[in-house]
């Protein structure tokens, strides 16, 4: 399968832990994006990279969230000192550099803050 | 903000039926939209894009429409089978192409 890879698929943290979720995007994707989806709701934007550069982070929720992608290809995204309100799916998304092209989405990692 | 919102939250159809899921959207400046299909416990699902410079766009049963005039659109399902039963959101991308906004999605819900 060569599709969006997310892992965990699943993440049950106690509050006050770090997590750190990986997204590895499909291989020939330039852009890598992290979104947070609740219960209901359709998923959040959080943050982007084309390639190694981080192009947009001032969606993340608060300092305790970082992201990475150290070589242009697999992502890390971490969240510091969990809180309960960060229970959610983490989605992580690539897509080529065109501009308008379709993103394609991974499962997803879903964390449960405890 | 600008935002992108759907109409209705839940949709029933009966099996065979064609099904219509509506969306607004806000931000007219936006120049590109997709809608997606997410099963319960799974990440979305690309369905269908359509860019500005069109009004209609037709795939496998399905077809998105657009309306720039009063900002809305459209994902027909032709013959919707109890596979079609999902979240559907429709997203747009802002004009530097940089991040898709979704909307609170509909659960499309078929009938045997």
């Known amino acids: 399968d060569t599709g969006v890879s997310q892992d965990p698929r699943h993440k049950i943290t106690k509050r006050g832990q770090n997590v750190t979720f990986r997204c590895d995007p499909i291989?020939?994707?330039?852009?890598l994006y992290w979104y947070r989806q609740t219960l209901g709701q359709g998923p959040e934007f959080l943050t982007y990279f084309q390639n190694e550069a981080q192009l947009e982070k001032s969606r993340l929720l608060s300092d305790r969230f970082s992201a990475e992608r150290p070589k242009g290809s697999f992502s890390t995204l971490e969240i510091q000192r969990t809180e309960q309100g960060d229970s959610a799916m983490y989605l992580c998304?690539?897509?080529?550099?065109?501009?308008?092209?379709?993103?394609?989405f991974g499962q997803g990692t879903r964390l449960t803050v405890v | 903000g600008e935002s992108v919102g759907l109409h209705l939250p839940t949709l029933s159809v009966q099996e065979g039926d064609n099904s219509i899921i509506n969306c607004a959207y806000s931000?007219?400046?936006?120049?590109?939209f997709i809608w997606y299909k997410q099963e319960s416990g799974k990440g979305p699902q690309f369905i269908i894009d359509?860019?500005?410079?069109?009004d209609k766009r037709q795939g496998q049963r399905v077809t998105v429409l657009l309306n720039k005039t009063v900002k809305h659109l459209s994902l027909q399902i032709a013959a919707t089978q109890p596979g079609d039963s999902a979240v559907y959101f429709c997203?747009?991308?802002?004009?530097?192409?940089?991040?898709?906004?979704f909307g609170g999605g509909t659960r499309l819900m078929v009938k045997p």
């Open positions: 998304a690539s897509s080529s550099r065109n501009m308008n092209t379709e993103a394609f």
């Open positions: 359509i860019r500005s410079n069109m």
């Open positions: 291989s020939e994707h330039n852009r």
């Open positions: 997203a747009e991308k802002d004009n530097a192409g940089n991040m898709l906004t």
């Open positions: 931000n007219s400046a936006s120049d590109y």
